[in-house]
């Protein structure tokens, strides 16, 4: 199975930082990455996909980038509803593996 | 709009069994993979099982191969995962969610609102 680690797990942030999320895989997975955004009691939402694409409706200060083993999300300019729990998913091969989560909470 | 709406989650004790349903709308059911992805408590998201738009493949993560049973309905716009021999370590909000209509099979794009299964004596 492939291992998706992220880091950091936690991290805190203020309104308007520029925030950066790292997830390496246990092989390469070529640009089958994925982000989510999960919220308090909520489901999970689909905001990157194939690395770098952004998913209809997200806006623009998200982006991904990386390939092979490592990737990168980033929040250009922290708002108020970002505040949450990112996820990093390989598609890679089945089964389909998740990072164990970043939690970005108010400095 | 796309909509995915779980029922049948519950208690049940260890060794027992629970089918949970998803029910979908707003898109065309057949053409999609679709997913079961489970979050224990307090921890990370975890995927059970997917199954292909005709149901002719399907796959599951280890820890459930033998005991889960996904299956879908293209004429309900349904699908089901049956648990049987279900463990405490089975305790989790299960999601239904939507896979991509081709080789994008893992990019899940829709989800429901999740569903909690909790197994306990």
């Known amino acids: 199975d492939i291992q998706m680690t992220q880091s950091p797990s936690s991290l805190s942030a203020s309104l308007g930082d520029r925030v950066n999320i790292t997830c390496r895989a246990s092989q390469s997975i070529s640009s089958y990455l994925n982000w989510y955004q999960q919220k308090p009691g909520k489901a999970p939402k689909l905001l990157i996909y194939?690395?770098?694409s952004l998913q209809g409706g997200v806006p623009s200060r998200f982006s991904g980038g990386g390939s092979g083993t490592d990737f990168s999300l980033t929040i250009s300019s922290l708002q108020p509803e970002d505040f949450a729990t990112y996820y990093c998913q390989q598609t890679y091969n089945t089964p389909l593996t998740f990072g164990g989560g970043t939690k970005v909470a108010i400095k | 709009e796309v909509q995915l709406v779980e029922s049948g989650g519950g208690l049940v004790q260890p060794g027992g069994s629970l089918r949970l349903s998803c029910a979908a709308s707003?898109?065309?059911?057949?053409?999609?993979?679709m997913n079961w992805v489970r979050q224990a408590p307090g921890k990370g998201l975890e995927w059970v099982a997917n199954?292909?738009?005709?149901?002719?493949?399907?796959d599951y993560v280890d820890s459930v191969k033998g005991r889960f049973t996904i299956s879908r309905d293209n004429v309900k716009n349904s699908l089901f995962l049956q648990m049987n021999s279900l463990r405490a370590e089975d305790t989790a909000v299960y999601y239904c969610?939507?896979?991509?209509?081709?080789?994008?099979?893992?990019?899940?794009?829709?989800w429901g609102q999740g569903k909690l299964v909790t197994v306990s004596s």
């Open positions: 194939a690395a770098s």
């Open positions: 199954i292909k738009q005709d149901g002719s493949e399907k």
């Open positions: 969610a939507r896979g991509g209509s081709g080789f994008s099979y893992g990019k899940l794009d829709y």
């Open positions: 707003g898109f065309t059911f057949s053409s999609y993979w």
